[in-house]
T-cell receptor, first 113, second 113 residues
Framework: DAGITQSPRYKITETGRQVTLMCHQTWSHSYMFWYRQDLGHGLRLIYYSAAADITDKGEVPDGYVVSRSKTENFPLTLESATRSQTSVYFC????????????FGDGTRLSIL | GQQVMQIPQYQHVQEGEDFTTYCNSSTTLSNIQWYKQRPGGHPVFLIQLVKSGEVKKQKRLTFQFGEAKKNSSLHITATQTTDVGTYFCAGPAGGTSYGKLTFGQGTILTVHP
């Protein structure tokens, strides 16, 4: 039961490059989320999506782009990577009903040199 | 905006000692969720509290939701090395939430054998 899968698990890239992090879920959850996790900051919401073709900014959206053409996929793109975007990125999903828990992927560890 | 604060940020205990982490919200919450993240892993949902004054137990873990629904605590009795990790509380984000959560910064627990 893969549930929610992120790829790649690890990525090293250079400043200025474009990089896309993939997220795929098999539960048909309506809601999907992207977080970044940095020491001392906990989990910070980058973007979220309520359904296919519905996305909105979270707490720290600058420098990131998302799309959701299909319910199961929610890719996150760094258009021009900067060192400050070095982080661990988690994708999560939850059911549409009220007060549902979020289910997280294994994360992508991204280093930008 | 809504803030969820957790203390302490770090806690080091000897195996067998008890551990408590506290969560405080700037606003009244409809519910609070707790997650555990093992080192190198991803956050995993533990439990949700909904009612004012609610207390729930999971083996050695006791979760409480305050009477005013603005604070919560997680208490672990007789810690074990398997309890190591970061514990997060999270409450629904304000406004049109679409399942969004505001996470506390987490408490990192280390257990010395």
């Amino acid at each position: 039961d893969a549930g929610i899968t992120q790829s790649p698990r690890y990525k090293i890239t250079e400043t200025g490059r474009q990089v896309t992090l993939m997220c795929h879920q098999t539960w048909s959850h309506s809601y999907m989320f992207w977080y970044r996790q940095d020491l001392g900051h906990g989990l910070r919401l980058i973007y979220y999506s309520a359904a296919a073709d519905i996305t909105d900014k979270g707490e720290v959206p600058d420098g990131y782009v998302v799309s959701r053409s299909k319910t199961e996929n929610f890719p996150l793109t760094l258009e021009s990577a900067t060192r400050s975007q070095t982080s661990v990125y988690f994708c999560a999903s939850s059911e549409r009903e009220w007060n549902q828990p979020q289910h997280f992927g294994d994360g992508t560890r991204l280093s930008i040199l | 905006g809504q803030q969820v604060m957790q203390i302490p940020q770090y806690q080091h205990v000897q195996e067998g000692e008890d551990f408590t982490t506290y969560c405080n919200s700037s606003t009244t919450l409809s519910n609070i969720q707790w997650y555990k993240q093992r080192p190198g892993g991803h956050p995993v949902f533990l439990i949700q509290l909904v009612k004012s004054g609610e207390v729930k137990k999971q083996k050695r873990l006791t979760f409480q939701f305050g009477e005013a629904k603005k604070n919560s605590s997680l208490h672990i009795t007789a810690t074990q090395t398997t309890d190591v990790g970061t514990y997060f509380c999270a409450g629904p984000a304000g406004g049109t939430s679409y399942g969004k959560l505001t996470f506390g910064q987490g408490t990192i627990l280390t257990v010395h054998p």
